[in-house]
């Protein structure tokens, strides 16, 4: 079974436009901030109301505007577990829990059950205020999942804490999810933590969903220059199809692809770690300038600019070992190539 969605929203001069079908999966829904991916979920639970479409989960319909069916949140059987958690904050832990259970008198049993499972017993009498963030997290799930959802959205779940407690809660949260045999939707804008918990992904443009791709399609070939950015490329340029090559305007310069470009292909993307130091005579190498050296942890950017540079081009951004860059004759000037097999074609 699935949870499938096809909705249309209209919030001011936002138009929301999500089309997809997940199974039994953690899927990310993944995208900048303002994409659109926190009112999709909204939508979804019931707490926004779409202008069109329809959503149904495990056969069952949540939403149809044709046939006007839209059933409440707490009819739906999902489970949202918002950026800050959202406890009540004058219950306790156990009494967070246990409002949750459907049936009044399973109630006691059901949240000492989930106390024990997330290690919550001995926090069981104390309020939201008096918990860390990782009790708070475990509370938010333990409640959700004492409602016996058939699905459960996640906005952002790691947002809110520092970077240490990130790491220990997201090995916590994949394992509780690991024994969840319902849909999950993970929405982030981080692409390492998505990679790590989803093997498919839908990006959010814009309000626009695109078509659902595994992690590894992802990063691979992105073919949109949204889905490119969410995968850590730093480089776009506007580019025109010439053959199997494009010229690249801004900069005045052509790039080999070593494949023919379709003809709507408009602007090509360029990893900062696939620009490399060449020689002059090297295939498809081309002078630049060198504007700013940035000096990283453990690497060092450059930023380029090549020699046919318009004015107002985009800069070159360059990321190189900091040994690679020690040993480089002139800091001033310097040729640098692509591969065409590193070069990502954008429509």
Not at 320 to 335: C, F, G, M, N, R
Request: glycine residues 6%; contains cysteine.
């Amino acid at each position: 079974m699935a949870l499938c969605v096809d909705i249309r929203k209209k919030m001011g001069s936002f138009q929301l436009e999500i089309q997809f079908e997940a199974g039994n999966e953690a899927l990310a829904l993944l995208g900048a901030s303002g994409c659109g991916k926190s009112t999709a979920l909204k939508c979804i639970a019931g707490i926004l109301t779409p202008d069109q479409g329809k959503i149904s989960l495990d056969g069952a319909v949540l939403f149809d505007s044709a046939a006007g069916v839209n059933l409440p949140p707490q009819k739906r059987r999902v489970g949202y577990l918002f950026q800050q958690y959202a406890l009540f904050p004058n219950m306790t832990v156990r009494q967070n829990i246990a409002a949750a259970v459907p049936k009044r008198r399973e109630r006691t049993a059901a949240a000492d059950i989930l106390l024990h499972r997330f290690h919550l017993a001995e926090a069981a009498d104390l309020k939201p205020r008096q918990l860390s963030g990782g009790q708070q997290q475990r509370t938010a799930l333990a409640r959700i999942l004492a409602a016996r959802p058939r699905a459960i959205l996640l906005d952002e779940p790691l947002s809110a804490l520092d970077s240490f407690l990130q790491r220990q809660l997201e090995l916590e949260l994949a394992e509780t999810l690991d024994q969840f045999s319902g849909t999950v939707l993970w929405v982030s804008h981080n692409r390492g933590e998505a990679f790590r918990n989803c093997r498919r992904v839908c990006v959010l443009d814009n309000g626009r969903s695109q078509k659902i791709r595994t992690m590894e399609e992802l990063f691979r070939s992105p073919d949109t220059e949204a889905a490119a950015r969410l995968c850590g490329c730093e480089n776009y340029v506007e580019a025109i199809p010439i053959e199997s090559a494009v010229f690249l305007p801004e900069w005045g310069v052509t790039l080999d692809c070593g494949r023919p470009v379709p003809a709507e292909i408009c602007k090509a993307g360029i990893r900062a770690h696939h620009v490399t130091i060449a020689g002059s005579t090297s295939p498809g190498a081309f002078p630049c300038a060198v504007s700013r050296v940035i000096q990283d942890l453990s690497s060092t950017v450059v930023l380029l600019r090549p020699e046919n540079s318009l004015p107002g081009a985009p800069p070159l951004r360059m990321e190189l070992d900091q040994t690679a860059w020690s040993t480089a004759e002139d800091k001033d000037h310097i040729w640098i190539s692509i591969r065409p097999e590193d070069l990502l074609l954008l429509k």
